[in-house]
């Protein structure tokens, strides 16, 4: 690999990178200025920021000795060890005095990322501003990995050297997940943190417990000091160790607070103010004796005497005391910021922060008191009020810092309680839930067939929807045309599933059409994404559900209109005063026009109602909105003309909200990308990493918290002023997710948009943090609490909770865009991805090179990859990012052209003159790019040494850093193995461990099987399964490999179940049912390698692996688990190789007597040019172990075989290419089939539409075959036998042939499930995939009634159609013509009395819309007499038809009506209509445009399939579907297809006799 040269800059040169001038930040009532310069020293660690070496030892009472890195002050601590999960917030949890003697545990797994701001900064009272003490209480710091790099604008130094300052250890690389499961255990312990290695363990007997000290004491001040000097409201408020934040919360509300010591004679002094106030503190409440006497005094005052008082956390436990109650220390605490808390006075539920180790038992309490707050996880008392007086506490933490801020509302109550001292507390009644939805029968609509932006998430989302629907007692109606979703699932398999499906197309007529037929009482229209929200829309709109007396469920319609109308979003956060980026709706270009001259350019435009960023993009100039803007109205009524925050940071929050009003937000994301990346495009990341507790909770708060009254005095603090939040203004019921552009350099943000629907992220969010949206948000659609829905992960909680992750997530998107010519690889706003990976680590770094890896197998992790050969190249992909820009920063770092700081900057200014205008762009920030070069330190460490000299704790800093054997392998010298590596590090003791997904930082015990490994910790969570089988899952989707690959690995593993196996799923795609671990007995969210596959194999003992159910990516796994000792379960490995290797197969065909086309092995180019020459063009490139027909092509002549054996030698390095002889105007034919032992068990033939040339995945399949003679199904049914036979397959199997006159020639042989599994399994009416994993485990399948190669007339009296969906529209560029390598995204299929009635359900099915009024036509001319069969019967049917030139001619000189349009490029050189500028005036429906190899008008043809699909038109390209299409449209309009009516599937099965019928009475598959 060629080395770039390192760009070398002058200090100007360097200078020019950051824009010169002042900045300020806004610090509560402080501002600081300075150059940017300046500031960048210290918001940011340095190149000089080392990695901590020295060691620590942490010494438990319970025996433990763990050892760490020392980062803190390097000396030797004692105390009481505990845990906090909150997952933000340590500057604040570190000052919090009620961490006094304690040495504190954060399960946050990485620690000190936005560093520590500046001490010296004092808010208007005098206080540190963002501190909650002068110092820092706790005894010392435990974290997992201590970040040693920083950046933040607020940052100051790094949490080391501020924990040095203060004299605190902190120690890291500890498995504090294994920490806190002891402390949950066994109770808070006493520990000791010790840095000399010699030392003698600690005599716990005689260590003293933090606990027996009067830490109160230690805490409080000693005098008085009076705070908001002047305020109205007089408070005396008693200083147990009170948090800063407390005073500044009273005081902005107008309370003078006079704070006083603990042991302070306030009882005396109580009529001298309006109210007390009891303050949190640390330790035990018992040594507070004084402050007991005092309050049981103030508490006895006669009535005309009472003044309110409020307690916090240990104020609780003291007023508890005062009134009878007893203080009781609890196991372990709980500490942290997601604990749930019950309001037994309005029944709501708050998510509160909380810092304490007792409670109050409140059974002795004496009468007039009562319990008024309890936690809903542990049932321990949260607050107790006087029945009568204004006496009132909380255990929780109100004032927050850290955490959320929901209870702040407290303070007002207080305070006001102050103005009225005889009344008892009252907290604002929330209005009533409204009446629970009384519905038997739910309609649930789905999304049909998967797309870029609307893939298998809905899938997920739709079948958990079910689940909650039927444990609920529902009868489920399910629309949904995607024959390949588990959610459209009827065998007895499913433990859930809808009472009645319907392939149907989602749209507003079928659904009518349903709804009358099933009357329903109510529907569902979040879980099928933008599909079934826009459908449901136009049936509101309509009137429909008014009609039927139809309840939409969840989020009403109208609100589902605020969110997604651009105009009515932005009205509705302006009523509320939130921030959002100033826009204008419009509905023509000339307005968009208009409304650019108000907000300048560039600018950013939104579709409304469309789908991942469709209609959406930045634009420069006045041009290209007219071009953008036409092209998103033309699919989308209305666009938003934006002002562009390009640059920000986009953070995500995932949020959920009950009919009661309790609302929570269940995972926040942050995109590695900033905004104008779409985030579906974006490597995102959960938890987020880069926010401060201050702008996390700012934007928890936005979206959830409720309002507060206005007060006379301002409020200084930005988090704090917190308005009417949206989600609750908006009146969503059940999930959304919703987006910020969050400013880099301050606390300035904008709300971008809200999806009112479960979404993409919703998926992610679910797999992220094992909390299943969609099921929890189905059942609040029917009116259930949150408080009453279980949490499916602990068994023990409640639903009504935030999530705390002890792990960071990865997701990283999968393009497939090498596949489409032409396409822009450029990514932005609009959604490019087809699908995406998620890693799971305790790092970043761990992740991160674990989701690299799933993106795309022949990735090794972060490293360079398709190197860039100059620096201008490198420099490009960083300023306009494309797919690759991952790959630019890894080969920067790597080879070391770049630093850091010159690629943050070389991503914040902007090189391309026509985007001179922004000011900032795609900036990476620091820290992200800290962590990559941390990935890339350990490489630069381990290239010197060969294997034999590689340390041990180099081989453990490099696999704690996400490396795998292959790629330590690559790295050192002397080219090791990768066994050689694995041996190394298995003997050494080097395996990763097992760590569960549990929701709550193993807060509480989990009884969990969702699992994932890693080399950051001490111990597995779970023990070995000892046994059963594991299932491989499909990996990311990507175009070849979507949704129905999925569906068969859940076919699997429920048949395994059923037969009672226990069953392990490896899978790391967060869009899949097979994820969900409900589904499994063991789910390991892993990457789907040798490597890891090796290391579950060998955890669990497990006896065979299924590899044949998940696609390519398992299937490519056989040899190298086969060589490595795995069981592979069923079709051996050898014969798997057989079939995939195309010199093996192409022998082995011809050996067995089996008819195939010519062929040869690749040798060289001029053997391959030899072989065309002898049969003739066009010749097929067929490269081994490939998917989707990668890098498979069609060559014509000489010059684009040459051009196709590069790509194919590219794609197939190790496994041989093939050439072989294309066969023109051929039929194409597959065979689905199951073996068993050498012997069809099972088999199902059937047909495409399209001739040979379109690859199976893109075409049109028909089952049972309607064109295929008698004598070629029987060359099929022999072929097919002797080609299992000789493979000795055991298990799925997909032959494809094709067929010409009276030859029928095998072209394939894929011993896996194939894509029309499903599709075949459903129409058949038995699942194959069940039948197979019966076979590979030995177990008989007699019962199953499976159709054989003798089997005929099945299914008899109905059709299947299996249709293609396309994203084309998306991938501006792309040319939207099909051929051998697969282009298709999705499917789906739909049933009818026959294949015309079927084709039009599923052409409709795939958002195909029926032309209403003009056609166009253009064919290359050896089609057109062809052609001319179909114009006419268009014509006949009414249409008007246009045509371009040649087309034309021919049509009128055969007497068909035409308009003769210029072709595209003639613009300039012809006065007559030309055909771009009709299609843009969007007057015609429909286009043919057929080319052939002969064409020869190749840029006019794009221009016209092109211009059609940005502007949504529908395109036909392909003959033999124009005249199935024409035909079928034609029986359409004259009445003759009575079945295009909403007919399911299982009405057709209920109108067989019942000798006809071939399944069981209650099979419906």
């Known amino acids: 690999m060629t080395m770039l040269r390192r760009i070398v800059r002058s200090a100007a040169a360097r200078a020019s990178f950051v824009s010169p001038g002042k900045m300020a930040v806004q610090a509560g009532s402080s501002r600081i200025s300075g150059t940017v310069g300046s500031r960048l020293m210290s918001t940011q660690s340095g190149d000089d920021a080392q990695r901590p070496t020295a060691l620590a030892y942490l010494h438990l009472a319970d025996g433990t000795t763990l050892t760490g890195r020392s980062f803190g002050a390097h000396t030797s601590v004692e105390g009481e060890v505990v845990f906090s999960t909150g997952m933000v917030g340590y500057p604040e949890s570190l000052t919090d005095p009620s961490y006094q003697g304690q040495i504190l545990t954060l399960t946050s797994p990485m620690v000190g990322n936005y560093g520590v701001p500046d001490r010296k900064i004092l808010d208007e009272h005098g206080l540190p501003y963002m501190f909650e003490s002068d110092k820092i209480h706790a005894q010392a710091l435990l974290v997992q990995d201590y970040s040693h790099h920083y950046s933040h604008w607020k940052a100051s130094s790094s949490l080391g050297d501020w924990l040095k300052e203060e004299g605190i250890p902190g120690v890291s690389d500890l498995d504090t997940r294994m920490l806190t499961k002891k402390i949950r255990e066994n109770g808070a312990m006493l520990g000791r943190i010790e840095i000399d290695p010699d030392a003698p363990a600690p005599d716990f007997a005689k260590m003293q417990s933090p606990n027996v000290r009067h830490l109160v004491d230690e805490v409080s001040r000693k005098d008085t000091k009076i705070y908001g000097k002047g305020n109205p409201t007089k408070i005396i408020a008693v200083d147990c160790g009170m948090k800063y934040n407390i005073i500044r919360r009273l005081c902005e509300r107008g309370a003078e607070l006079t704070v006083v010591p603990w042991n302070y004679p306030f009882a005396q002094e109580m009529h001298k103010y309006d109210g007390l106030f009891l303050s949190n503190g640390p330790g035990d409440p018992v040594m507070c004796v004084e402050t007991v006497e005092q309050l049981e005094k103030v508490i006895a005052l006669p009535d005309n005497e009472v003044k309110p008082i409020f307690g916090i956390c240990l104020g609780n436990q003291l007023m508890g005391m005062a009134a009878g109650g007893k203080a009781e220390k609890l196991p372990f605490g709980n500490r942290g910021q997601n604990q749930p808390v019950l309001n037994h006075q309005t029944g709501e539920c708050y998510i509160t922060p909380q810092n304490h180790g007792y409670h109050i038992n409140t059974e002795t309490l004496k009468p007039g008191w009562k319990t008024l707050f309890t936690n809903a996880n542990d049932g321990s008392n949260e607050g107790i009020a006087h029945e009568t007086r204004p006496y009132f506490t909380a255990q929780f933490h109100p004032e927050a810092n850290c955490g959320p801020s929901d209870t702040e509302f407290m303070f007002d109550t207080f305070l006001d309680a102050c103005k009225k001292p005889l009344d008892k507390i009252t907290f604002p009644q929330r209005k009533p839930a409204p009446p629970v939805p009384d519905v038997k029968r739910v309609l649930l609509l789905g999304s049909g067939g998967t797309s870029i932006g609307q893939a298998g998430e809905f899938d997920y989302s739709g079948g958990q929807a079910i689940k909650a629907l039927k444990e609920e007692g529902k009868e489920v109606i399910l629309m949904n045309p995607n024959i390949a979703s588990v959610q459209t699932n009827m065998d007895e398999k499913s433990a859930s599933k809808a009472d009645h499906v319907y392939f149907l197309p989602v749209t507003p007529d079928f659904v009518e059409e349903i709804i009358k037929k099933e009357k329903p009482d109510g529907i569902v229209v979040s879980m099928g994404g933008q599909t079934a929200l826009n459908c449901a829309v136009e049936l509101y ?8 007396d139809v309840q939409v469920l969840g989020t ?19 009523e509320i005063g939130e921030s959002i980026a100033e826009s204008y709706a419009v509905y023509t270009v000339d307005a968009a026009v208009e409304a650019a001259k108000k907000i300048g350019y560039p600018l950013m435009i939104r579709s409304a109602f469309a789908l991942g960023g469709l209609g959406s993009g930045i634009c420069v100039d006045e041009a290209m909105l007219r071009d953008m803007g036409a092209m998103a109205l033309s699919t989308s009524d209305q666009i938003l003309v934006e002002k562009s925050m390009k640059g920000w940071k986009e953070v995500e929050y995932e949020v959920v909200r009950d009919s009661h009003d309790n609302c929570v937000t269940v995972c926040n994301m942050e995109n590695f990308d900033p905004l104008g990346i779409h985030t579906g495009d974006s490597i995102v990341m959960a938890p987020s990493q880069t926010l401060s507790n201050e702008e996390y909770h700012m934007l928890r708060d936005t979206a959830i918290k409720h309002s507060r009254p206005d007060h006379s005095i301002a409020c200084s603090h930005p988090s704090s002023c917190s308005r009417i939040q949206v989600v609750r203004h908006l009146g969503i019921i059940g999930e959304c997710n919703i987006q910020y552009a969050l400013n880099p350099e301050s606390l300035e943000y904008c709300i971008i948009e809200v999806n009112a629907r479960l979404s993409r992220s919703s998926a992610l969010a679910s797999k992220a943090t094992g909390y299943p949206l969609a099921f929890v948000a189905a059942k609040l659609c029917l009116g259930l609490p949150l408080t009453d829905v279980q949490n499916s992960v602990t068994k023990k909680t409640q639903a009504c909770f935030e999530p705390s992750l002890d792990y960071v997530v990865t997701k990283i998107p999968r393009w497939d ?107 990476l920030d620091h820290w992200f790019l800290r962590r990559l070069e941390e990935i890339v330190k350990t490489w630069d460490k381990m290239k010197h040494v060969n294997l034999e000299d590689m340390t041990l704790d180099l081989m453990k800093e490099a696999k704690k850093n996400g490396y795998s054997d292959v790629q330590i392998a690559g790295c050192l010298q002397g080219s090791p193995s990768e066994d050689d590596v694995r041996s190394k590090r298995v003997n050494a003791g080097i395996v990763p461990v097992a760590k569960q997904i549990d929701t709550l930082a193993a807060e509480f015990p989990a009884e969990t099987n969702y699992l994932y490994m890693t080399y950051h910790g001490e111990e597995n969570d779970v023990e070995p399964q000892n046994g059963g089988v594991m299932v491989l899952g499909s990996g990311a989707y990507r175009i070849g490999s979507s949704i129905e690959f999925d569906w068969c690995g859940v076919s699997c593993i429920r048949a395994l179940r059923q037969m009672g196996y226990k069953s392990t799923m490896v899978n790391y795609n967060p869009e899949t049912v097979s994820t969900d671990y409900d589904e499994c007995d063991r789910l390991y969210f892993e990457e789907l390698s040798r490597e890891r596959v090796l290391d579950i194999y060998n955890f669990d003992n497990a006896d065979g692996v299924v590899i044949s159910v998940g696609g390519q990516i398992p299937n490519g796994l056989a040899l190298p688990l086969d060589k490595a000792g795995v069981k592979i379960m069923g079709t051996t490995a050898k014969m798997i190789d057989n079939a995939e290797d195309r010199m093996k197969f192409s022998d082995m065909i011809d050996d067995i007597g089996v008819q195939q086309p010519r062929w040869r092995e690749l040798t060289s180019a001029d053997s391959a040019l030899d072989f065309a020459h002898n049969v003739g063009y066009p010749v097929l490139v067929r490269p081994s172990y490939v998917l989707s027909g990668a890098a498979m092509n069609v060559a014509w002549s000489d010059e684009q075989l040459r051009a196709c054996l590069t790509e194919a030698a590219t794609v197939s390095k190790e496994h041989p290419v093939v050439i072989s002889d294309f066969i023109e105007g051929a039929v194409e034919i597959e065979m689905d089939g199951v073996g068993k032992d050498g012997k069809l068990i099972a088999a199902a033939i059937h047909e495409h539409i399209e001739n040979a040339g379109v690859h199976s995945g893109d075409a049109t399949l028909v089952l049972p075959p309607q064109s295929l003679s008698a004598y070629t199904k029987e060359r099929v049914r022999d072929a097919s036998r002797k080609i299992v036979e000789r493979l000795q397959i055991t298990g799925p199997v997909n032959i494809q042939f094709v067929a010409k006159g009276t030859d029928v020639m095998c072209i394939e042989c894929n011993v896996r499930a194939s894509r029309s599994f499903p599709f075949v399994s459903k129409t058949m009416g038995v699942d194959f995939i069940e039948a197979a994993t019966r076979a590979m485990v030995g177990q008989d399948t007699s019962d199953m009634n499976l159709p054989t190669l003798e089997t005929r007339n099945r299914p008899a009296n109905f059709v299947g159609v299996k249709a293609p969906m396309f994203s084309f529209t998306r991938l501006r560029g792309s040319d939207p013509v099909l051929g051998v390598e697969m282009a298709s995204t999705g499917e789906v299929a739909c049933f009818g009395a026959n294949m015309e009635e079927a084709f039009l359900k599923a052409l409709f099915s795939t958002g195909f819309k029926e032309p209403k009024k003009n056609i166009l036509i253009s064919v290359q001319e050896t089609l057109q007499d062809e052609m001319t069969h179909s114009a006419w019967e268009l014509h006949e049917m009414g249409y008007n038809l246009y045509a371009t030139r040649k087309t034309a001619a021919i049509l009128k000189k055969n007497n068909v009506p035409c308009i003769e349009l210029a072709y595209p490029t003639e613009k300039s050189v012809s006065d007559d209509p030309n055909v771009l500028d009709v299609l843009k005036a969007n007057d015609i429906c429909l286009v043919i445009n057929v080319p052939t190899h002969e064409s020869t008008r190749l840029e006019d043809n794009f ?9 949504g038109i529908p395109l036909l390209t392909n003959m033999q579907l124009v005249k ?18 909403p007919d399911s599937l299982f009405d057709h099965y209920a109108k067989e006799t019942d000798e006809e019928a071939w399944t069981k009475p209650s099979e419906f598959h």
């Open 556 to 574: 009403p319609i109208s609100v589902v209109i605020d969110t997604e109308d651009r105009q009515s979003f932005s009205d509705k956060i302006n």
């Open 541 to 548: 709109r309509a009137g429909i559900f008014d009609k039927y």
């Open 1503 to 1511: 221009l016209m399939r092109r211009t059609a699909v940005d502007f």
């Open 1524 to 1541: 199935v299409f024409t035909s079928a449209m034609f029986k359409y309009k004259n009445g003759d297809l009575v079945g295009l009516k």
């Open 817 to 923: 865009l090498t596949k489409f010519i032409g396409v822009s690889k450029e990514i932005g706003s609009a959604m490019k991805s087809v699908g995406e990976v998620m890693g799971i680590g305790r790092t970043v770094e761990e992740s991160m090179q674990k989701a690299m890896r799933m993106v795309d197998p022949a990735v090794p992790g972060f490293q360079p990859h398709d190197t860039f050969e100059t620096m201008e190249d490198l420099i490009h992909e960083l300023e306009v990012p494309t797919d690759r820009r991952v790959f630019a920063i890894a080969q920067a770092l790597h080879e070391k052209t770049l630093s850091v700081s010159e690629i943050h900057d070389i991503t914040k200014i902007v090189r391309n003159p026509w985007l001179t205008m922004f000011s900032v762009l795609l900036l």
